[in-house]
């Protein structure tokens, strides 16, 4: 099975509050991301949080971690057209090449 | 944009065919990383290179080979094509010190996408 899981879609009205759920399986992850795939582009580190920590806020951005549950949730605050994109959970573990493990992503669909 | 150069953009090429892909990381990274991203397997690891060595390997068929050049640009090799070969392939570098990212950041370029026929 796969080490990363996210769902597929996610739909919100502008102005709502969108939450993107990944679960991992690796207990000795060390760092866990979001980063953000818009159009046409590449994968853009938004933001990552450190396996001791429980929450990390980054301006609109809410990072939560329950490490019992291996459950990573991102909150987007005041959800703007913007950012529609697909957005991927990933992880490294500790005492290996720190190489990250992505989910497949979840597409964020934001509509007026 | 994130400073890692891919090319080409785009290429659409028969089966059983071979292509290179190239890709330049970001001016200073030592480490290049190739990824596959497909619809049905998501984003897939395939290889790690760390100043000219291959330094870790995931999911990479042996029709596929890399190398990391003296310059530290990079070329993805795919030979013997297939149908399922058709995807989105992203190289990414990194700032690690050790042959692993600092903090896992990785800097990904805008992809080449192959199309097989």
């Known amino acids: 099975g796969e080490d990363v899981e996210q769902s597929l879609f996610l739909s919100v009205r502008e102005g709502d509050s969108s939450v993107i759920n990944c679960t991992y399986t690796?207990?000795?992850?060390?760092?866990l991301y979001w980063y953000k795939q818009e159009p046409g582009a590449g994968l853009q580190l938004l933001t990552y949080i450190f396996s001791n920590m429980d929450m990390k806020q980054d301006q609109r951005l809410t990072v939560l971690l329950n490490k019992k549950d291996k459950h990573l949730s991102l909150r987007i605050a005041d959800t703007q057209t913007g950012d529609s994109a697909i957005y991927f959970c990933a992880e490294t573990a500790s005492g290996g090449s720190y190489i990250p493990t992505f989910g497949r992503g979840t597409s964020l669909i934001v509509h007026p | 944009d994130s400073g890692v150069t891919q090319t080409p953009k785009h290429l659409i090429t028969a089966t059983g065919q071979r292509v290179t892909l190239r890709c330049s990381p970001r001016s200073g990274d030592l480490s290049v990383y190739w990824y596959q991203q497909s619809l049905d397997q998501g984003l897939q690891f395939l290889i790690q290179?760390?100043?000219?060595?291959?330094?870790a390997k995931g999911n990479i068929l042996e029709r596929f080979s890399a190398q990391q050049f003296p310059d530290l640009h990079s070329e993805l090799n795919l030979s013997s094509l297939e149908l399922g070969d058709s995807a989105l392939y992203f190289c990414?570098?990194?700032?690690?010190?050790?042959?692993?990212?600092?903090?896992?950041?990785?800097?990904f370029g805008e992809g080449s996408r192959l199309t097989v026929l």
């Open positions: 990414a570098s990194s700032a690690g010190t050790s042959g692993g990212p600092n903090t896992g950041e990785l800097f």
């Open positions: 290179y760390y100043n000219g060595e291959e330094r």
């Open positions: 690796d207990s000795s992850s060390t760092y």
